[in-house]
């Protein structure tokens, strides 16, 4: 539409800036607003559409960044105290690819600490809070960037994805969320979690916005030694293919106890609709999935307990003096990590001491192994694997916050995925008592096209229009 | 009773390479530079930065492996060494651990006592780390207030050489070093200065009941900044381990620091200190894989090594095995002498002004080849002058002083000085006249027989002359007129 000049940018900006001061206090999806600078941008791509020429494809569109990605200039928390006052001196690879495609960026969505978290209650800055009920959680870690796109605050957003970051948050918001697969999206400049299992991915409203951002961030980058050397594919000719044909496979593994009746029944709804377009639906198993999560959680933390101890009051971020400088790191990562932080960076640590790197570590990585052989070998029969992302809709505010097993499994159906590092995409499919349900849709590394292409499938067969209403969320 | 030791000596080397930027990132690796200008967000490990291998680093180090004669491992891998230091920005260090890049290597040697073989471990490579500064009058961190850090060194390639412990004098532990120093100057992989730290090396030694085959206790010997202080600490520390051993006691296995000042090893850490790195592999890198066409490209590159030219210069030149060596002991030395072997010098008349006095002259003065004044074509200039008699044996010493001094042409020196020789009949015949009327006694000693007499008179004659007589027809005239007189 602003292309077509339809309407301008900065209507579009102005829009999205009311609605952020409507309901921000409400939802608190970010951490740092950059509305001068993002009304700045909207204003050049009106000037430059006026002039005739190209202003990138993401011009004038309001983006929220998860504010685990280095922006030049503006603050990167990570949802930290640590890092409370830090500002990169260095756009992230992401970053700068969409402000080179004319990038309006509102502001740096608000996450659980370090990305650690299915919630976004483990914020420094204060929970983020679900538009579509305000006394659920957005899910998380990605929490901020879904609630902002789900409030109206963001027309679209990114977020990181470690075990589910991105497609849980979308699922709980009624959102679209894509976990491209490993190496795809550069990692430089995505503040690190656990690098073997990061990657950057879209949030958005619907399929079409998801290929678009898609294509924007994918590609390689030669400052990120895990980066594919392959060139992108065209995600928005994949949308309209159908699923005529396809053979889809539902893991018994991700399907078992656990699931709400309402995600069983919009499960089931959607595979009918997949069989009803033409697919072939049948159940399958990959049978090392249930140990995915305690691989998961030796692996993850194993990473962490490394990649964060960099954050020790030396050069920048937070410093708490201490006579010496064994104190000063101690006081420092005290009082600058939350207590899930903490206790990852613990775990991580034990699980690579001497003596139990090999019944932890080494466990958990041939685990891993057998996890990307099911998949291979589940692979060569189906297209894609589907699953409900989350076993549950959003979650109260406080649930599960003092019982960190319960948080961990929101993410059972997720994890698999990163350890795989295949790509998966989470659709809204239905509704549980007024709360959107996502299917998880799991294809072939690199076959990103698959999974939009099925994605879009469904939207159009489900017609998903659904918004948060006021009353109990913000309507 | 006295025991009879063996002592086992194992060595751990450090060289930075000399690559134009960082291990990973495109910093300038220099040495030196205002503190943390050779900085960027990478180096300095801020959030979200990631690294990427330097590939000119991979193959400065499989040349060193090559030339040591190791296996490259077709596929290696990157692991962090996690811990806490504050020159270090990560917190940990990028290193390799069970994968490194080669293993299997070994070096022949010859020292006096014979030829020995040294077994080399391993190679790998790691980024070195940046470098604290105390803010204290002693520059140690007990009792400075404050510390700062200077990342300009943080991921600086750097590469670690590990031995077998198959050294067993501090004399052999010197020639090793000289020879991997070489190796390394040869192949212009390190720039090799001990003094800026680019070559740095640790040592493991142990004492056994000579004979034995198993392995005492060891202490790790740090902060040997040069091959002197290599060899005078390995000699203290086998001294103080025997000492223990002969009054009934035992050897703490810890990490002792070599004191250049007050020539001991003080212990640094024991072992219950020792840490747990928590070695895992990197993630943000890939395995690297070098096939076969990348290893045979450099081994086919490899230029000529220390051994190779040591026999080079023997068949070559025909030197003695005791030139060769020194002579290849450094490129730079090697270097200087083919230069000027190729300006015209007869060989061995090189090799002895380079063995002589020009050693004589580094040695004083601590200082290196490339940093002498004098080019090898000088050199070549001055042995020509004197083997074609314009200047004695004695001047031509005095002028090379000149020329190390001042770098200037041999043949302005003598010019300049006017000391070109007397070669002229009259003025010497006047001048050993003059000699032999003031020492009487000597003629007359002479005459009676004593033939040492005429050295003596010699010797006057060229002290008279300022060391400008030609000395071979000093001597002629000396024996015509002493025989003519008497």
Known sequence: MIRRREVSALEVFRAVRDRIEEVERKVNSYITLTLEAAEEAARAADDRLAAGEDPGVAAGIPLAVKDVLCTKGIRTTCGSRILENYVPVYDATVVSRLKRAGMTMMGKANMDEFAMGSSTENSAFGPTRNPWDLGRVPGGSSGGSAAAVAAGEAIWALGSDTGGSIRQPASFCGLVGLKPTYGLVSRYGLVAFASSLDQVGPITRNVRDCALLLALIAGHDPRDSTSLNVEPSDYLAALDGGVRGMRIGVPRELVQEGLTPGVRKAMERSLEIFQELGAEVEETTLPHLDYALSAYYIIAPAEASSNLARYDGVRYGLRVEGKDMLEMYGKTRAKGFGAEVKRRIMLGTYALSAGYYEAYYGQAQKIRTLIVEDFRRAFQRYDVLVSPTSPTPAFALGEKVEDPLAMYLSDVCTIPVNLAGIPAISMPCGLEDGLPVGLQIMGRVLEETTLLRVASALEVAIGFRERPKAGRGVG | ?486
């Open chain 2, 1 to 486: 009773m006295m025991g009879d030791y063996e002592a086992v000596i194992g060595l751990e080397i450090h060289a930075e390479l000399k690559t134009r930027s960082k291990m990973f990132c495109s910093c300038d690796a220099s040495f030196g530079g205002e503190p943390n200008t050779k900085t960027c967000p990478v180096c300095l490990g801020l959030p979200g930065v990631l690294p990427v291998l330097n590939r000119r680093a991979v193959e400065l180090a499989t040349r060193l492996a090559l030339a040591l004669n190791c296996e490259i491992a077709p596929r290696c891998v990157f692991h962090r060494k996690n811990y806490f230091y504050p020159d270090m920005p990560k917190n940990y260090q990028i290193s390799q651990y069970d994968l490194p890049l080669a293993v299997g290597g070994f070096l022949e040697l010859e020292s006096e006592e014979g030829p020995f073989r040294v077994g080399i471990t391993r190679v790998h490579l790691e980024e070195d780390t940046g470098k604290t500064l105390h803010a204290s009058e002693s520059g140690r961190i007990h009792g400075s207030e404050y510390s700062l850090e200077d990342f300009n060194r943080a991921g600086v390639p750097l590469l670690e050489i590990v031995t077998e412990p198959d050294i067993r004098t501090p004399e052999q532990a010197r020639i090793f070093m000289q020879e991997l120093k070489s190796i390394m100057e040869h192949l212009e992989v390190s720039d090799c200065k001990m003094e800026e730290g680019s070559l740095r090396c640790d040592a493991n030694v142990s004492l056994r009941p000579r004979g034995s085959s198993c392995l005492g206790v060891k202490t790790e010997i740090k902060n040997m900044n040069s091959f002197r202080a290599l060899y005078r600490a390995l000699d203290y520390e086998i001294s103080r381990q025997r000492d223990i051993l002969d009054s009934g006691g035992e050897i703490v296995q810890e990490t002792r620091h070599w004191d250049a000042d007050a020539n001991v090893t003080t212990p640094l850490r024991t072992k219950e200190y020792a840490y747990d790195y928590r070695y895992f592999p990197e993630p943000d890198l890939v395995p690297l894989v070098l096939d076969r066409s990348f290893v045979e490209g450099v081994r086919s590159s490899l230029p000529e090594l220390p051994a190779e030219r040591r026999r080079r210069f023997r068949e070559e030149y025909g030197l003695p095995a005791h030139d060769a060596a020194l002579l290849t002991s450094s490129k730079a030395m090697g270097d200087f002498f083919e230069g000027a072997v190729s300006a015209g010098a007869p060989p061995k008349a090189v090799s002895n002004w380079m063995m002589g006095e020009l050693s004589a002259y580094l040695n004083a003065r601590g200082m290196e080849v490339p940093e002498v004044k004098v080019t090898p074509s000088q050199l070549a200039e001055l042995i020509d002058l004197v083997e074609k008699g314009t200047v004695s044996v004695t001047l031509a010493k005095s002028v090379f002083q000149e020329m190390l001094e001042s770098g200037r042409d041999p043949r302005l020196i003598v010019e300049e000085k006017g000391a070109t020789q007397i070669s002229d009949q009259e003025e010497l015949e006047r001048l050993v006249g003059a000699v032999l009327e003031e020492n009487p006694k000597v003629v007359e000693d002479f005459r009676k027989g004593k033939e040492k007499a005429l050295g003596f008179l010699v010797g006057q004659v060229m002290r008279r002359s300022g060391g400008r007589a030609n000395p071979q027809m000093v001597n002629e005239i000396l024996q015509r007129l002493l025989r003519e007189s008497g």
